[in-house]
């Protein structure tokens, strides 16, 4: 009887080692966590239209101007050049004017389609205003040419840009 109680005892100490085994086992956890970046860029476009707002503008002919004249283009009052969002995130506009004559002076308007308002914008400047993902903006300009305007022919170059940010 004895003997059975030894075995006894020893098989339950066996049991109870094989317990407590995996119960340490179970409790060890190893981690490694490793850091990772994302970044989701919006495709930006932008587009400029002939007053059809169809064909794309990729010149202006301001034809023969003389000291003393003010133009318009385009030339029909009421008649407007377009800019068009073409891409994902939202833009506000700039513009650039390179290798523009001096004693000429360069007004441009510009308004959100659907809005009643133009705002003059400045080389530089950046509109009030910002165009979603397939939102369109209306402009023109005014040429003043001062009478001390030099004589000659120019080919400046008018260059919009989308901002990401109504700072540019």
Known sequence: MRKIREI???LLMVLLLL???ALVTAAVVITFT???QIQILAVYGLT??????ATELTF???GA???GNDTRRPETTGAFYYLDNT????IWLSYSINDWPSGVMLEVYVRKMG???FEKLNPGDVSSFYLDEGEAAEWYMLVTVENDAEFGTFTPKLTWQGCDSSAG
Do not use: F, P
């Not at 400029?48 to 707002?53: E, G, K, N, V």
């Not at 891409?87 to 939202?90: N, Y």
């Open 48 to 53: 400029a239209y002939d007053t059809d707002h």
């Open 115 to 117: 809005t009643t308002s």
């Open 87 to 90: 891409g994902e995130g939202k």
């Open 19 to 21: 317990a407590l085994t």
């Open 8 to 10: 006894k005892i020893s």
């Open 34 to 36: 490793i850091d990772m």
């Open 60 to 62: 202006i002919d301001w």
């Open 65 to 67: 101007l003389y000291r």
